[in-house]
């Protein structure tokens, strides 16, 4: 995905390759920073894939509708974009930066790829400049009121990290060269005295000897012949084969396990190894998804301004549909949605994914008769509530 190679051509150096059409970006990461981009990366990916598999709700007046900002929000922000796409950037500026600053263009919403808070007004509100998305530089300035900031909070976790890692990542890159050199294999060449003092040694050495060593080391199947004056004997200091990949592992195990904690997003969901399917995924959207999506609602209201808010005119994340639901699996529960009247029957089907049927019958609410007011139910106990 774009925004993918839109962070890390940010923090690494990028070459790219072409054939035919299509171009190949290929992003150098060093080797002691691979593991803690990857725990970052995939955290960012959880969360941000819970934001956008939610439903971004709009009210008019108190009532849920599909407008222009229903589909900006959900369906396309913009030419260029899918919400999924923009969402996913959102969420990772904030979480890399600490903040993601928005702004709508003849009604189009774009995520800033850089900018500068050239005015920072604590009671007057911020002044935003030198606005960039893509290679275009706005010359312009926005008011607080312009733009929507998505910020969760003034501890950037990113950096947080950063400085754990700074140690961490030494020991794991000395536990990984400790392994490979506890696994590799290296030769001592014996030679004469006699030979090293020739004159002709070093083109022979060069021509003939390096190669077939270099053959010999390199081939799964190979004979090096040995002549007289030379002896090839393996260094004892490497290919003990004792190399055990269990600390290594047990290392890169803890760094994903910080992360997780850092992003409050259970354990066995960075390692996808998830066994209590409901309890897991309930914790994940609590305190990993939920947080973010207070964030959005929060910054989407706090632009509408408050005469909107108070006359029923707002937006909320819906994260409930985030969780996979089995219309099997679900049955009883939608019954009891529906014979309790908390939920039509045209709600429902929304919930469950399906269209409504926008009929009389399917926007009323029903009650079972086992539900009584409690009054009429004082009044007739004994024949459970009814009039007699």
Not at 71 to 84: A, D, F, G, I, K
Not at 352 to 380: M, Q, V, Y
């Amino acid at each position: 995905m774009a925004w993918i190679s839109d962070f890390l051509e940010s923090l690494f150096p990028v070459r790219e390759t072409y054939g035919g059409d299509a171009s190949t970006i290929v992003i150098d990461i060093p080797a002691d920073l691979y593991y803690k981009e990857l725990a970052i990366y995939t955290a960012s990916s959880l969360i941000s894939n819970g934001i956008s598999r939610s439903e971004i709700r709009t009210f008019r007046d108190g009532l849920p509708v599909k407008d222009t900002d229903y589909y900006l929000l959900n369906v396309s922000p913009n030419r260029n974009e899918t919400s999924s796409v923009f969402w996913h950037k959102v969420i990772n500026k904030v979480i890399r930066r600490g903040e993601a600053l928005v702004v709508e263009i003849n009604g189009c919403l774009y995520c800033a790829d850089s900018y500068v808070r050239e005015w920072e007004r604590p009671i007057l509100g911020d002044v935003y400049s030198g606005v960039q998305i893509g290679n275009f530089t706005f010359n312009r300035k926005f008011q607080w009121d312009d733009v929507y900031v998505f910020r969760l909070d003034d501890i950037q976790v990113k950096r947080l990290i950063d400085g754990m890692y700074d140690q961490y990542g030494k020991i794991l890159s000395a536990a990984a060269k400790s392994l490979k050199q506890a696994n590799s294999q290296k030769y001592k060449l014996h030679i004469e005295a006699a030979k090293a003092g020739d004159e002709d040694f070093n083109t022979e050495f060069e021509n003939f000897v390096t190669k077939q060593l270099k053959t010999y080391m390199e081939s799964e199947n190979a004979v090096y012949p040995e002549f007289d004056g030379y002896k090839l004997e393996s260094d004892p200091v490497y290919g003990s084969g004792n190399g055990n990949s269990d600390s290594f592992l047990n290392l890169k195990k803890d760094l994903f396990s910080t992360v997780a904690g850092a992003f409050h997003i259970p354990e066995s969901m960075m390692t996808g190894n998830i066994t209590a399917m409901d309890e897991i995924v309930g914790s994940f959207l609590t305190f990993g998804v939920d947080p973010y999506a207070d964030m959005i609602t929060e910054a989407l209201n706090k632009r509408a301004g408050m005469e909107n808010y108070a006359a029923g005119n707002y937006y909320a994340v819906d994260t409930s549909k985030i969780i996979h639901r089995d219309i099997f699996g679900v049955s009883a529960d939608v019954s009891n949605l529906i014979s309790s009247g908390v939920k039509c029957i045209d709600e429902v089907r929304e919930m469950l994914g399906d269209a409504p049927l926008n009929t009389d019958w399917s926007r009323k609410h029903f009650i079972t008769k086992n539900f009584e007011e409690i009054e009429r139910f004082l009044a007739n106990p004994e024949k459970g509530g009814e009039d007699g």
